[in-house]
């Protein structure tokens, strides 16, 4: 398997554009998370989902982020509009559901 | 508190110990983790311990808990210099269903 791929690696942007990010969790994984490291706050759990379904989205920080599982090998985060505090790097990781998390390699977002 | 804690920084010679300490917040969360970053890169999984056990040794690698304080410690055997990465604390905690709870990780410095 090839882990969990994300795309874009980096991706630059202005303020107030729509950034889409990918992830395609490994297979056979019900559950996938997105985290969001910064320097300032460390990683920070943003959403997850079990079985496509999202379980919890209260680290989510603003309306301006959403995120979809429309199956069990796709998932994305949405932000929109953008704003120059969001730039971090954002990953996501994939579990069977017994604890071990596997990362992906991660977006670098810089919102300009 | 709310946050599982690490020391910030650790600086130690080619060839010494490393111990890198962690303090958690759930007693019931089943296992514990840790990750180790590179520049540049996503994390990936050390070692990790399940609750009940007091000491876990793997190769260069020693874990120990402490469920009475929380306290959660890696030790490093024979330190080489590509063992200078970020090294993350989780848990996993049974309110936050299957997602890990990061801590802000310890950047692992080592000189020859």
């Known amino acids: 398997d090839a882990g969990v791929i994300q795309s874009p690696r980096h991706e630059v942007t202005e303020m107030g554009q729509e950034v889409t990010l990918r992830c395609k969790p490994i297979?056979?994984?019900?559950?996938l998370f997105w985290y969001r490291q910064t320097m300032m706050r460390g990683l920070e759990l943003l959403i997850y989902f079990n079985n496509n379904v999202p379980i919890d989205d209260s680290g989510m920080p603003e309306d301006r982020f959403s995120a979809k599982m429309p199956n069990a090998s796709f998932s994305t985060l949405k932000i929109q509009p953008s704003e120059p505090r969001d730039s971090a790097v954002y990953f996501c990781?994939?579990?069977?559901?017994?604890?071990?998390?596997?990362f992906g390699q991660g977006t670098r977002l810089t919102v300009v | 508190g709310e946050d599982v804690e690490q020391s910030l920084f650790l600086s130690v010679r080619e060839g010494d110990s490393s111990v890198i300490n962690c303090t958690y917040t759930?007693?019931?969360?089943?296992?514990l983790y840790w990750y180790k970053q590179e520049p540049g890169a996503g994390l990936q999984l050390l070692t990790y311990?399940?609750?009940?056990?007091d000491m876990k040794q793997d190769q260069r690698l020693t874990v120990l808990l402490n469920k009475k304080d929380k306290h959660l410690s890696l030790r490093i055997a024979d330190t080489q210099t590509g063992d200078s990465a970020i090294y993350f604390c989780?848990?996993?905690?049974?309110?936050?269903?299957?997602?890990?709870?990061f801590g802000k990780g310890t950047t692992l410095s080592v000189s020859s």
């Open positions: 297979s056979g994984h019900n559950s």
């Open positions: 989780a848990e996993q905690r049974v309110v936050a269903g299957t997602a890990l709870i």
């Open positions: 311990i399940f609750s009940n056990m």
């Open positions: 990781a994939s579990s069977t559901g017994q604890g071990q998390a596997f």
């Open positions: 759930d007693s019931s969360s089943t296992y």
